[in-house]
Structures are given as structure tokens and as C-alpha cells.
């Protein structure tokens, strides 16, 4: 399983970012597997942002980007969407999109990072102020 990460850059405080996440490899289709966000800012440890079920039922925010940021999914491409807007300088960080294990269950997501399994190469969101 590989996960691919895009969308980072560089914005003005107060704009709006679109990160997407898209999974490869034989058997990553078949599973049923809850997605999140997590990111790292420099000199701090990382830390969750959002998390989605496989059936996108459930969604779970960080209590920092809750009203601004929404994850989404798409099944059928394997891909995770995390819209980001009324970004802040406090957003600045390595934004890393992770699947979770095979659980079987559709509704489940999870905050905890332990539950991931595979992990994007990260990509990198910078907002100015």
C-alpha cells in the first residue's frame, strides 16, 4: 500500500488550500479502512487533524480546525480530501494523510495515530501572515 500526497503550498493567512491523498496497491481496494490528516509544525511533535469512516459517515476534527477544515473521501478513486480555509499562520506544517488498518467496519474512525498503518510522504502547507 502507498499512499501519494499533494496540494500543499503557500497561502495568505485567511486563504484556502485543497489536499488530496490517494492510495495504491493490489489489495488497498478491497479494504474497508478509516483515513485521516495528521500534521507536524516545526520543533513540535505531530498531531491529529481529521479522520474519516470508510463509509464517510463519521468524521472526527481536531478541536483547532473544526468550522474550517472538512475531509472527505472519494472510494472509488481511494482518495482523502482534506478543503482547508480560513487558514492560519498556526496551520503552517507537514500536512501527512494515513489509512487505517482493515477493521471491517464501515462507520469506524479514529483520532489515535497507533491505528494507522500506512502514511503519505507528507506534504507541506505554509501560511503567511
Known amino acids: 500500500v502507498q499512499l501519494q500526497a499533494c496540494g500543499g503550498g503557500l497561502v495568505q493567512a485567511g486563504g484556502s488550500l485543497r489536499l488530496s491523498c490517494t492510495g495504491s496497491g493490489r489489495a488497498f481496494s478491497s479494504y474497508i479502512y478509516p483515513m485521516g490528516w495528521f500534521r507536524q509544525a516545526p520543533g513540535k511533535e505531530r498531531e491529529f487533524v481529521a479522520a474519516?469512516?470508510?463509509?464517510?459517515?463519521?468524521?472526527y476534527y481536531a478541536d483547532s480546525v473544526k468550522g474550517r477544515f472538512t475531509i472527505s473521501r472519494d472510494n472509488d478513486k481511494n482518495t482523502v480530501f482534506l478543503q482547508m480555509s480560513s487558514l492560519k499562520p498556526e496551520d503552517t506544517a507537514v500536512y501527512y494523510c494515513a489509512a487505517g488498518r482493515d477493521t471491517g467496519r464501515s462507520w469506524y474512525a479514529s483520532q489515535r495515530e497507533y491505528e494507522y498503518d500506512y502514511w503519505g510522504q507528507g506534504t507541506q502547507v505554509t501560511v503567511s501572515s
Open positions: 474519516i469512516s470508510w463509509s464517510g459517515g463519521n468524521t
